[in-house]
């Protein structure tokens, strides 16, 4: 992934305010790249327009040397607060991003299942997420994006809801999932512990 030269501005009330100037880095693949800074510097900006859900005033960003014009399979953010859809079971919330694929229902949730595991719920695979904690909700999220098999895995500190013995274990799965599934992340946060 590549972004060259990103600036990004916001008018509120008539006032233009920089957020992004020049901004340029390449991230090889299979890394995983820590992007550290305090509240309100431009760390979610920046991967909205690495995702393709913003457009930047200036520059580019290619990934596999094409431009993002918008959002694609080829990159899952994975947000904060997890967006798993309440109505849905487990299995339903991982099988979510996997409905607009060609797959047998039987694949789907073959593959479903095998990201389940991955984060260690198999065995929670028909509960629903009221039913679960919120490191669970988090891992169920991990699953969802990770079972899309995205080439970049964007994070907006995602561990930022859960309590810091949970966010120790998330990260430490995060870290043997990677190297498993050789996806290349790059990870939003304000914390130093985390970035390391």
């Known amino acids: 992934m590549e972004a060259t030269g990103l600036s990004k501005r916001f008018t509120h009330k008539g006032r233009t305010e920089p957020v992004l100037n020049d901004v340029s880095f390449q991230v090889g693949q299979n890394e995983i790249i820590s992007i550290l800074g305090k509240s309100g510097c431009g760390k979610s900006t920046l991967l909205h327009l690495l995702g393709g859900f913003e457009r930047p005033d200036e520059g580019t960003v290619r990934i ?8 694609s399979r080829n990159c899952i953010m994975l947000f904060q607060h997890y967006g798993l859809l309440p109505w849905r079971t487990v299995l339903g919330n991982v099988e979510l991003g996997l409905e607009n694929e ?13 990201y389940l595991r991955k984060v260690g719920l198999e065995d929670k695979a028909g509960a629903f997420p009221r039913q679960l904690s919120g490191g669970m909700q988090q891992r169920v999220a991990l699953a969802r994006a990770l079972a899309v ?3 970049l895995l964007l994070m907006d500190e995602p561990f930022a809801a859960v309590d810091t013995f949970t966010r120790y274990q998330l990260q430490d799965e995060l870290l043997r999932i990677q190297r498993e599934e050789r996806t290349t992340i790059i990870l939003v946060t304000h914390d130093i512990d985390e970035a390391v």
């Open 64 to 71: 596999n040397g094409q431009p993002v014009t918008g959002p």
């Open 102 to 114: 060609r797959l047998p229902a039987s694949e789907r949730k073959e593959r479903a299942m095998r």
């Open 149 to 151: 098999q995205p080439k």
